[in-house]
């Protein structure tokens, strides 16, 4: 007991808090998605590339097995960073991507998590300095770049920040030369750049400023255009339109040595050049001459040695000849010929040197090989044989040695490998193999060392919980099933007390209901009921009392809020058109209290409802047709419903909106006459209405948005000057401040304001070289301040639109990413020491957190939220400090069948703390069978040796029963009563002794369990 304990202590993540998974609701999968890596970057014994996941599409890194393949962060915590123009250097890989709070930016890898970093911001703060077109050229890596001072231009770097530097300004100023298609020929290294005098010409460099020049105006007066460019010994072949349609050109990089090599096409025609690859003394390429359709030509660097090789298809047809790829001295490609379809050739560059390799579709059909890849002393490549797919095949240049590799999808499905790079005793491609959808594989050629690396990109399927609401001491909220579609259910923030309440739209549809409400025990909702129309519905969580309160044609109730015992909304009928209805959740007390806009005409517009309730008086913008949108107010009956003020008098619309209730009044933002846009209050009488606060005096607006109330204060940004900043108001006439002052112009520097009683949090960066950060003020201009630099330096670290207020009032919960842990929640009150990450997903210090967070509901001492956690998908979690973390036992994945079946993971009740009879358990198994019970802090997908791992490194093996003769066996583990357990996340998984085995050449293996240690 002691020594199992000792090694998952060991394995234990720092403690945990209350962060559970409420209901995993969808488990069934719709297909497989595709991790779709485009290229692998060899570095020693690893490959760096980019592939999608959960996460987006961000880096990772394999050493060409299973364990060894990971993402090395998840840079971008919402949306992509998009690795990309990755290149090697010495022991590093350069890249570009983008990253919060720095824009899209220079990063490297050594292939560790550790060693992942900035290069330099080139443009300092979120803007992006948007490195592109790396090349590794004399010791350095060129790109273009733009810092913000001197436009888009040429940079090198070695590395290291200081070794980042501007390297030509061609174009002064801030003005772009924009350089492009950067190409190292020898010592020299060419490119495409407009200096400002001369358009858009051909450039050349040896790595030194003074020997940084022009090589050719080939448009004198306006700007060439530019196509492939490619080395061919000491000169450079490139295709160009100089007026006269693109063509192929030559240069040694002296303007004398520049030349049109051949007009293809004579006049404006183009023969659209392409794929120059040298071969011997020449090079060949695709183009598509007078009289001829896209054919094989030859050129030796001059204009009497450029001419067509290969008339494949007579006529202007053309083969199409492409995928050139040098090889023992030929060049392979494919070409689509009319006999034998698209097959592969070969060309020395001589008309006699130049056949079909292979047609391996007999006949007219076409194997499209493409992908064209060394490895070894051969090329690789991804082909289509009649019975067999799209494989991986092979050639060394000869007939007889383009052959298929091996049928690694048996059958008529496809590997379709891509992204073919050589590696190791193989390559690795991105290909559909092991069940999974395209994703990173390593191949040696052979089946039984063909291995998925990773299923980057799980088949993992969302509920996407929303709608949250209070029901009674419970939580109502809106999610997705395997089998009723979107439908409402109800929560006490356990597993066992989560339920379907009613499956509203029989069948797999879902009502798909929104808009939900709480008065008291009850929350009103709308539901698409089909063809029945979209009506309100009632519910105290019951199915029995779970009612439809309208009928007939679609009323689509919208904006429902807690009015007296029941709601207010608008609601839509033929005869009234959309106008101001009630309910007090029977179908009697259901009915439209007022007919705003007389008539079939809507008073309320398309989602403008906005209705607010100060005391017994709800407010509302409404239109009557005769005074605009306008402030309107209901004590719940016809005759107490009115127009408060037409402040923008006719038939102009004031446009009333951000509405609050603040001591007793109601705050809104609307467009007066003579006031322009500003803060307005009502206490619902004509006689108090009446601005607050005029940031802009007279009829020029401050466009006031984001109002909130904290504590004893209105918080608000407004524009003056052209200046948007935080502003606050004691709520009194002509009492407004400006409490920031750091928005340098930008149009939405300041982001999700939120009112607590600590004071109003927002998102900001006041270009201090701290990035977007968490902010609050109290009201004063010195007690507004950065509350913590959360990802150091320029890095952002709060998640937008995250910011929840949570415990009565008196925190922020929100999502926030490090560079170290990934994106987690945090909680804060306002103070630098009471701000802190509060859960641990993933594995700590890997820089992968949860794949996303969103829809955060606070009730009491908890918040709820909809959290993809990289392996379930979007499903509804619980942040619960009070009440301790709850156990769930989660089985996922997939084991493979063994001789008794597919052995069949479990547990023995919950692993709460102090169960010290708490068990993992195996059925299905093999009897009397020796297993290895293995435990892993994360989960993974790779299949290994014939069967699926499921969990991630490092593995700690814990226990060895043998199962009886039922095949069951069981392993205890005490969860001792130790409050430092609580939360951990543990993942398990089984191998059994078994005659099939295939795993080790002995073991089969069963499904996943993700256990959560908790109360």
Known sequence: MHLR????????????????????????????????????????????????????????????????????????????????DLVVLGSKVLFAATVPGYGRELWQTDGTHAGTSLVKDVYPGDASGNPAGLVVFAGHVWFAANDGSNGTELWRSDGTPAGTTLFANLQAAAGSSSPARLTVVGSSLFFTAND??????????????????????????????????????????????????????????????????????????????????????????AATGAGVGSELYVTDGTPAGTSLLADLVIGTTGSNPLGFTAHNGAVVFAATTTATGREPWRTDGTPAGTWQLADLLPGTGSSDPKGFAPVGGELWFSAVESGLGDELHRTDGTPVGTTLIADLVPGTASTQPTAITAFGTG??????????????????????????????????????????????????????????GNEPHRTDGTYAGTSLIADVLPGSFGSNSVFAASVGNRVFFQADLFTN????????????????????????????????????????SAATGRELWVSDGTVAGTYELFDVNPGAADGFSLFTENFTVVGTQVFFAANDGTHGQELWVSDGTPGGTHMVADLNAGTFSSSPTSMVAFDGWLYFLASGSGFGTELWRTDGT??????????????????????????????FTASLGGQREVYASDGTPGSFLAVTSTAFSRPAPY??????????????????????????????????????????????????????????????????????????????????????????????????????????????????FSCDDGINGFEPWVYDPAGGTTSFVLPYGQGCTGSAGVPSIGANGLAQLGNAGWAVTLSHAQPNAVTVFAASLGSTNVLFDGCHLLIDIPIVIWGNPVTDATGFAANVLPIPNDPSWLGDNLFFQCGVVDPVGTVLGLLVLSNGLQVQVGM
């Open 533 to 572: 129309g979209t009506q309100l519905m009632v519910t105290d969580g019951t199915l029995s009392a779970t009612v439809q309160l309208t009928s007939g044609t679609s009323v689509i109730p919208r904006g429902m809020v807690a009015f007296g015992a029941g709601v207010v909304f608008s609601g839509d």
């Open 686 to 715: 004509l006689a108090n209405t009446q601005v607050v606060a005029d940031v802009v005096p007279g009829p020029v607006s401050s466009f006031p948005q984001n109002l909130v109330v904290a504590g004893d204060r209105l918080f």
């Open 751 to 864: 982001a999700d304001l939120r009112g607590t009683q600590a004071g109003a949090f927002f998102l900001h960066d006041d270009l201090g070289g701290f990035g977007r950060e968490l902010w609050c003020s109290d009201g004063t201009v010195a007690g507004t301040r950065r509350v913590l630099d959360i990802a150091p330096g320029q890095g952002s670290g709060p998640v937008a639109n995250t910011l929840t207020v949570a415990f009565g009032g008196t925190q922020v919960l929100f999502a926030a990413a490090t560079f170290d842990a990934g994106m987690q929640l945090w909680l804060s009150d306002g103070t630098a020491v009471g701000t802190r990450q509060v859960s641990a997903f993933g594995t700590p210090g890997d820089g992968v957190g949860a794949a996303g967070l969103r829809t955060f509901f606070a009730t009491g001492a908890r918040v709820f």
């Open 427 to 484: 390559a690795l491609m991105s290909a559909f193999f092991g069940g999974a959808g395209l994703e990173p594989v390593f191949s040696d050629g052979t089946p039984g060392n063909t291995v998925l690396l990773a299923d980057a990109s799980p088949p993992a399927t969302s509920s996407n919980p929303a709608q949250w609401a209070e029901l009674g001491g419970d939580v109502f909220f809106t999610a997705a099933t395997n089998t009723v």
């Open 196 to 285: 400002g005098a001369h358009g858009v010409e051909l450039w050349r460099t040896d790595g030194t400023p003074a020997n940084t020049t022009l090589v050719a105006d080939l448009t004198a007066g306006g700007s060439t255009q530019f196509s492939t460019l490619a080395a061919f010994g000491s000169q450079l072949l490139f295709g160009a339109s100089a007026g006269a349609g693109f063509e192929p050109y030559v240069s040694d990089g002296t303007l004398a040595g520049t030349m049109l090599l051949a007009d293809l096409q004579p006049g404006t025609g183009s023969s659209a050049p392409e794929g120059f690859t040298t071969v011997g003394a020449r090079a060949v390429f």
């Open 5 to 84: 304990l000792a090694l998952l202590a060991c394995l234990a993540a720092p403690p945990l808090v209350a962060q559970s998974l409420v209901s995993n609701l969808v488990t069934a999968t719709s297909g497989q998605f595709w991790g779709n890596a485009q290229k692998f970057v060899p570095l020693g014994g690893l490959a760096v590339f980019g592939a999608n996941s959960p996460f987006g599409l961000e880096p990772w890194v394999t050493d060409g097995t299973p364990i060894g393949t990971r993402m090395l962060a998840d840079l971008m915590p919402v949306g992509n960073s998009s690795p990309s």
